[in-house]
């Protein structure tokens, strides 16, 4: 399998190279060439099938024609330690709970999963070290330090907007040392995501160490989040509420709604996606407006989707790109909202008092998304509930009035020390401290 660029200006790439570039010479996201369909009776068969078995099949379509079978089967089974069920809320809405892994978020699938893959072709080709630049706005952070944590031969540097993360969210990447360095930016995220990108298209600091990202710009961060797509449709399909999916998703950096699309596009029965927006709502003005206006992001509620340039929003033109209307065609499968915190957090109290169901601010964000979609009797609602509410402890407490009950796993990362670097946002300074490592 090969991979372009979005941007059309870059040579073709190997997977391998794709992976650990990150991001193309020509600054656009890597795209496989093709995205093969599964059989219909290969999905429908996946009801009888365990999250594992379901995810080596999809693997093997995007990654089988470059990576032995028995080594890609190792890396899935290492990536998915952990189940990812869906949940009835009310009436035909049903959760997706990605946040049963190590850091408790939805990225844990594509961390894990990136970092064994990349450990793998660094052990293949025998690289010294690769350095991995990651911006986040809180869960990619955790996920990605979590899963390279220890690993040969990598070094992690995460980019986080000071005071823009939830401080549970803030203590699983900086207080874990070894090979991963967290890096305090005076800026939003959009800052530490444009950081990240320049630090790929500088000859000098790129002669002085290797770079790759683990945002979702890598392809083997994104494309694994397609593996839950199908599970859930597995789960739902074996409940006999699989007919007229309609699948909304909390969405920031837009990389989780795009690995939902490439499911679609390889054969995945969804009706309809719903993208749910806070404030930072630039793709919803697309999908109105037909044009795209990046704008700085403001901090909100659900501040993992607090973005306002979504990198993914490439790669999403990039799929209709062979229709006459892509615009037309985008909103044809893909309609949106926005909700201010007041909404969400109105949201968060509602669902509570009714079903005992306890929603973090993002998944408030999915949940509403489908009430407000107008779901006919015969579709089924489901939206991702991307982090466990006890990441965002203080501000639940706070709407719910309630004390929920923080994680084993969290506590942990709770008890370390904090570890981080202050840098502010300009290129410039961050340049001077990659070039002295």
Known sequence: MKYYSTN?????????????????????????????S????????????????????????????????????????????FETPVVPVKD??????????????????????????????????????????????????????????????????????????SPIQECQF?????????????????????????????????????????????????????FYYFNAYAQLDKLGKADELVVCVPSGNFGNITAGLFAYWMGLPIKRFVAANNRNDVFLEYLNTGTYTPRPSVATLANAMDVGDPSNFARIIDLFGAFNDPHK??????????????????TMRAVYKETGYILDPHG??????????DLSETETGLFLETAHPAKFKGTVDKILEADIEIPAKLKAFMEGTKQSIELAKDFEGFKSFLMSR
């Open 8 to 36: 059309k200006q870059a040579p073709v790439a190997s997977l391998e190279e794709a992976v650990v570039k990150g991001l193309a010479g020509d600054k656009g996201l890597y795209m496989p060439e093709y995205i093969d």
């Open 38 to 81: 599964l059989d219909e009776e290969v999905i429908a068969n996946m009801k009888n099938q365990s999250f594992h078995e379901i995810a080596c099949t999809v693997a093997q379509m995007f990654f089988g024609e470059d990576i032995e079978p028995e080594v890609l089967d190792g890396i899935v089974k290492d990536t998915l330690s």
């Open 92 to 165: 035909n809405i049903y959760s997706l709970e990605l946040f049963h892994g190590p850091t408790l978020a939805f990225k844990d699938v594509g961390g894990r999963f990136m970092a064994r893959l990349l450990g793998y072709f660094i052990k293949k080709e025998g690289l010294k070290q690769v350095n991995v630049l990651v911006a986040t706005s809180g869960d990619t952070g955790s996920a990605v330090a979590n899963g390279f944590l220890g690993v040969p031969g990598i070094h992690v540097y995460v980019l986080y907007p000071k005071g823009k993360v």
């Open 174 to 226: 900086t207080t874990l040392g070894q090979n991963i360095t967290a890096l305090e930016i005076d800026g939003t995220f959009d800052d530490c995501q444009a950081l990240v990108k320049s630090a790929f298209m500088d000859e000098e600091l790129n002669r002085h160490m290797k770079l790759t990202s683990a945002n979702s710009i890598n392809v083997a961060r994104f494309l694994p989040q397609s």
């Open 329 to 346: 065609e985008i909103c044809a499968l893909i309609s949106g909202h926005r909700y201010t915190d007041e909404e969400i957090a109105s």
């Open 364 to 373: 408030a964000c999915g949940y509403q998304g489908l009430l407000d979609s």
